[in-house]
């Protein structure tokens, strides 16, 4: 998404030292913290910060249920206000919606 701007909250949600899975905090692996091979990976990146900025979920990898790093990435962006915010989150979520959608095709043809 080159030209793309990201709401600062988002990036700020990324950026965070989160921390330890033990004081509740995201798993060691999660794309949401820095230095994981996740968090290295630009196609996750780009992933996580449509999830964050596009309101749709994004999951743990490695238990059940929402990823900690995406809900503290979440909390802080909060729900879109303005024109701008809003139309950001649309453009965003259908984007990240695509994407999943393209993933999960190729792993029912993979399959």
Do not use: W
């Not at 780009?46 to 900690?68: A, K, N, Q, S, Y």
């Not at 909390?75 to 701008?84: D, E, I, M, S």
């Not at 453009?91 to 990240?96: E, I, N």
Request: with cysteine.
């Amino acid at each position: 998404m080159s030209g793309f701007e990201y709401s600062e909250a988002v990036e700020a949600g990324i950026a965070h030292k989160h921390p330890s899975p033990e004081n509740g905090g995201p798993c060691h692996g999660c794309a949401f913290r820095k230095g994981t091979e996740a968090n290295r990976d630009d196609v996750t990146q780009t992933m996580i910060r449509l999830c964050v900025e596009g309101m749709r979920t994004f999951d743990c990898h490695m238990t059940p249920g929402l990823c900690r790093g995406y809900i503290a990435a979440a909390n802080l962006r909060g729900v879109p206000t303005t024109a701008k915010d809003k139309k950001r989150a649309d453009v965003c979520g259908t984007a990240a919606d695509l994407i999943a959608g393209m993933v999960g095709h190729v792993a029912r043809l993979r399959g």
